[in-house]
């Protein structure tokens, strides 16, 4: 079986991980670990606005600095799942992520796409998006999501100054 694993370093993420450890059997699973890395969104808003050489340099340390986070936490996953016994590949493509998952999903030939939700509701959905949704409607396997339990929704929505909408 092939799994699609797509993390983003949230808690959802983390439950997704642990999900692929307690359902699918070892010797039956490889599993690739992705995160999209959307280089632009993370750039600091100045450096949309330099100007120079200077400004040029600034853009691609930040974009560099971008990879190497998803490197980072992409192969610390798929060396949890190592540890476990799995076989895990990782991918990192400069993408968006609704479109980069079932585009890896499609050449990989997934069985199977898990993916965490944040289980934003109301206006938080609206404005963000949900890249599980948009997963579900275009993948070209199965897809499992994982969902952080309520109160944790609404803990992270007050700890990060927003009203949890359930």
């Known amino acids: 079986m092939r ?5 983003d370093g949230s808690e959802c993420s983390e439950l997704a991980v642990q999900t692929v450890i307690d359902r699918f059997q070892l010797a039956e699973t490889e599993v690739k670990v992705i995160h999209a890395v959307e280089w632009m969104r993370e750039m ?14 600034d853009m691609l340390e930040s974009r560099k600095a971008s990879f190497d986070r998803a490197r980072e936490m992409v192969e ?11 076989h895990a590949s990782v991918s990192t493509p400069d993408a968006d992520p609704r479109h980069a998952i079932v585009d890896a999903a499609r050449s990989w030939k997934a069985d ?3 993916i965490g939700s944040h289980g934003r509701r109301g206006l938080d959905r609206l404005l963000l998006g949900s890249v599980a ?13 994982v ?4 109160g944790a929704v ?3 929505a007050l700890q990060s100054g927003h009203a949890a909408h359930t």
Not at 76 to 86: C, D, I, N, S
Not at 147 to 150: N, T
Request: contains cysteine.
């Open 3 to 7: 799994v699609l694993l797509a993390v």
């Open 44 to 57: 600091p808003l100045c450096f949309q606005y330099g100007v120079g050489s200077e400004a040029g340099q």
């Open 76 to 86: 610390r996953v798929a060396a949890q799942l190592e540890f476990k016994g799995f």
């Open 112 to 114: 199977v796409i898990v």
């Open 133 to 145: 949704e948009s997963v579900v409607r275009h993948a070209p396997c199965s897809v499992h999501i």
């Open 147 to 150: 969902r952080v339990p309520a």
């Open 154 to 156: 609404e803990r992270d």
